[in-house]
């Protein structure tokens, strides 16, 4: 039978869309399958991406995480006064005994007498190295500094004692085989205290003029002493690491706050370098022991003060560490305020005590409790000197800034 032809061309071409529809979906089941493929490869794909873009974004939150605030600029707290005219680092602070002048030694080789009230200045110059330490003496101005001597081939400390309406010397007194690094004046100014690098410390008549007493011991330099109210007692830092309270008067050892820690050369090694002297090694170290250290210091104790009454002692190391003990050695706090000490002073009334670092910072202790009391931002740089007005609450400090400053005590923490 035949088809029409209309149907014959319909079958035809029902036939060839068969075909084509067969044709096109095998090639398009190739494109499906490829294309699955590529879907599944970026399937993958982001998988592995997306760990490593995660990781990305991890990382950005790590960051921020990680990310400290930025640390605002050391703004110093405004100073009640403040005296410019030092070149360099302040090693002292006195005040006169009415608190109408305050004296500052500098590493600038130069003493300034300031008025208290208007900020004038007396600068007493020509000494030939740094000066260490200041204090007054009636209308006098006491100095510690020190030279070369070319005639001795020597270097030897000196003690000066000047005219401040003169801006001169009146008299020299010398002593030490090296510089002076630290200076105290008894009460009553008969007794001077100085402490040297070359490792003692002379106590002086300055009427006199001349050394009553020489104390030995230390190992190290002698980094800050303090002489207590009646002149009777000398307490001493060094860098041998010790804390010593010692006899003005006989020069006798009389408590060691703070051990040093001493090392000594083994005796069997220095025999093999040298037999005579290594025998006499053996001999020594059997009648002197190593000394051990007892407590956890690291780097010395660079500031140290008595209390008015001298029944407590105050001293501070670069550890950041602030020990008061009681006149028979019992120690009474341990305080942390500061990343390391450089000055420490007590209170006209011994109840406070004033701490000065590296942290540019000053902060004033309650002695009884232990109790900080107030903080001040004082200088752009370390905080090196300090010291109690005699009268009223306030507290000068000086710095490696140069600055010579005033603050009032009794503020808020």
Request: charge should be positive; avoid cysteine; hydrophobic fraction near 40%.
């Amino acid at each position: 039978m035949r088809l029409p032809r209309f149907l014959l061309a319909f079958s035809l071409l029902a036939m060839a869309a068969v075909l084509a529809g067969q044709l096109g979906l095998s090639a398009g089941d190739k494109k499906d399958k490829k294309d699955d493929a590529k879907k599944d490869l970026k399937k993958d794909a982001p998988k592995k991406d997306a760990k490593k873009d995660d990781g990305k974004k991890d990382d950005k939150k790590d960051d921020k995480k990680v990310e400290t605030p930025k640390k605002e600029p050391f703004k110093a707290d405004p100073a009640l006064k403040e005296f410019k005219g030092h070149t360099d680092a302040i090693h002292a602070l006195v005040f006169s005994a009415n608190g109408k002048e305050l004296a500052s030694a500098s590493n600038d080789r130069t003493v300034k007498v300031w008025d208290v009230a208007t900020g004038k200045e007396v600068t007493l110059k020509g000494s030939p190295r740094e000066i260490k330490g200041v204090a007054f003496l009636g209308d006098k101005v006491i100095s510690t500094t020190g030279a070369w001597d070319k005639k001795k081939a020597a270097f030897e400390g000196e003690i000066r004692i000047w005219d401040v309406k003169t801006g001169k010397v009146e008299k020299t007194v010398k002593g030490h085989a090296a510089a002076i690094e630290s200076f105290a004046l008894s009460k009553d100014g008969k007794l001077a205290a100085t402490g040297s690098e070359d490792q003692t410390v002379i106590v002086w008549d300055l009427a006199a003029g001349k050394a009553v007493q020489t104390l030995k011991g230390h190992t190290g330099a002698v980094i800050a002493l303090a002489l207590s109210g009646d002149g009777k007692k000398i307490a001493t830092t060094s860098a041998d690491l010790s804390v010593r309270v010692w006899d003005a008067a006989t020069g006798k050892e009389l408590n060691t706050l703070v051990k040093a820690e001493v090392k000594k050369a083994d005796p069997k090694k220095v025999a093999k370098e040298d037999p005579k002297k290594g025998k006499k090694d053996k001999k020594d170290a059997k009648k002197d022991p190593v000394v051990k250290d007892t407590t956890p210091i690291q780097r010395p104790f660079t500031s140290i003060a008595f209390s008015p009454d001298g029944t407590k002692i105050a001293a501070g190391n670069l550890e950041g560490e602030i020990k008061v003990w009681d006149a028979a050695g019992k120690e009474l706090q341990d305080l942390e305020g500061h990343e390391g000490v450089w000055a420490v002073a007590f209170s006209p009334d011994g109840s406070k005590l004033a701490t000065g670092g590296w942290d540019q910072m000053i902060k004033i202790w309650d002695v009884g409790s232990g109790k900080e009391l107030q903080t001040i931002k004082a200088h752009n740089h370390t905080v090196t000197a300090l010291v109690f007005h005699p009268t009223e609450p306030r507290l000068a400090s000086g710095g490696f800034d140069g600055l010579v400053k005033i603050w009032e005590i009794g503020g808020k923490k």
